[in-house]
């Protein structure tokens, strides 16, 4: 096994115009290997950090579980690990699975814990490194404090939008259906049409949420102060497509 150094170191030259080739004879090491850690196919222990050794992460299931903590999840300090928690409704076994499995592809070699509140099963995790893939982290509520994305974690989102706002609509989003009436040759009919609703007390979450719907060209608006919705139909059908139902 080497260290995660030298991996790191190898990554670097590569990336800064050598060829792999050349790499691999400078640090003594096979040329699959350096192609390996370039590419990312080969990640190095399951337990290592990412964003301490330069590994891949699962970028899929990274940027799910990202939009899950950033509407329902909270990380909390242990003296050995942190715990990285996600509240799920009790009513929703599917939302529950979908963050048990994201959280898995994450951090393969973790253990997934459940554990039960009143109307809730909070999905947990625990791992020192939980900071690391979220810098979002701080003290104080979210809506009190600036969530912004590191420029990794944007990019991330650009190439998955889709699983993003998933997370973000089934932890803090809803699926509704609205009326509304209209005359018709003289006569009042009712109309019924579904909507998504996504609500968050903080203004940069809500802003995180409107530019992925920018980036999967789904129109929105805002329909009250900590409220985004999304009611055309065509928006609809598109996000119903790409975050599925909520249950």
């Known amino acids: 096994m080497h260290p995660a150094a030298t991996r790191l170191e190898a990554v670097a030259l590569v990336r800064s115009g050598h060829t792999v080739s050349s790499v691999a004879r400078q640090l003594a090491l096979p040329v699959s290997t350096v192609r390996d850690w370039v590419t990312g196919r080969t990640t190095g222990p399951l337990d290592e950090c990412p964003r301490c050794t330069g590994a891949s992460v699962p970028e899929g299931p990274y940027a799910a579980l990202l939009g899950y903590y950033l509407g329902?999840?909270?990380?909390?300090?242990?003296?050995?690990?942190?715990?990285?928690?996600?509240?799920?409704?009790?009513?929703?076994?599917?939302?529950?699975?979908?963050?048990?499995?994201?959280?898995?592809?994450?951090?393969?070699?973790g253990k997934v814990f459940h554990v039960s509140g009143p109307g809730t099963i909070v999905v947990q995790g625990h791992w020192k490194h939980w900071t690391c893939l979220f810098p979002q982290h701080g003290p104080g509520r979210k809506h009190e404090r600036v969530i912004a994305l590191e420029p990794w974690q944007q990019e991330i989102v650009e190439r998955h939008p889709g699983p993003f706002l998933r997370g973000l609509f089934h932890s803090d989003g809803c699926r509704a259906?609205?009326?509304?009436?209209?005359?018709?040759?003289?006569?009042?009919?009712?109309?019924?049409?579904?909507?998504?609703?996504?609500?968050?007390?903080?203004?940069?979450?809500?802003?995180?949420?409107?530019w992925a719907l920018d980036l999967v060209d789904v129109p929105w608006r805002r329909s009250g102060r900590w409220c985004v919705s999304v009611s055309r139909r065509a928006g609809v059908a598109r996000l119903d497509e790409l975050v599925g139902p909520k249950r």
């Open 72 to 109: 329902d999840g909270c990380i909390s300090h242990a003296p050995r690990y942190d715990v990285l928690r996600i509240s799920c409704d009790a009513r929703l076994p599917g939302i529950i699975a979908d963050v048990s499995r994201v959280l898995r592809e994450v951090r393969p070699t």
């Open 177 to 210: 259906n609205n009326w509304t009436t209209r005359r018709v040759g003289g006569e009042l009919k009712r109309y019924d049409y579904p909507r998504w609703q996504f609500s968050n007390r903080s203004e940069d979450i809500l802003g995180l949420c409107t």
